[in-house]
């Protein structure tokens, strides 16, 4: 059993920056894949980013691409998304996501096993 801890959300302009964290503790850690999930109000929780266990394997949402960058600090395994240039489509409560593999290749997040609490992104002018 891992556990995910989020922080490094907060206000920003239309145009700013912002970068979050992720730290999974737990027996097993190195064995998950992690990622990002963002949640709007009225709308479905979304994904935006993922790596894979080594950090050598990403992948991001199209809405974000070129925007956001996704990495993961070995052996600490914290997972960070820099988030540059943001929208106020952006604006929504981040989740940090882990999904266990049998592998070190990066696959689609569709069977989560852990969340985080989640972290409040606003952006407003």
């Known amino acids: 059993q891992v556990q995910l801890i989020e922080s490094g959300g907060g206000l920003v302009q239309p145009g700013g920056a912002l970068r979050l964290s992720c730290a999974i503790s737990g027996q097993g850690a190195s064995y998950y894949m992690l990622g990002w999930f963002r949640q709007a109000p009225g709308k479905e929780r979304e994904f935006v980013s993922g790596?894979?266990?080594?950090?050598?394997?990403?992948d991001y949402a199209d809405g974000v691409k070129g925007r956001f960058t996704i990495s993961r600090d070995i052996p600490k395994q914290t997972a960070t998304l820099q988030m540059n240039f943001l929208k106020p489509e952006d604006a929504g409560i981040y989740y940090c996501?882990?999904?266990?593999?049998?592998?070190?290749?990066?696959?689609?997040?569709?069977?989560?096993?852990?969340w985080g609490q989640g972290t409040h992104v606003t952006v407003s002018s």
């Open positions: 790596v894979s266990r080594n950090g050598g394997m990403k």
């Open positions: 996501a882990a999904q266990w593999t049998t592998n070190g290749l990066l696959a689609r997040l569709d069977n989560v096993h852990e």
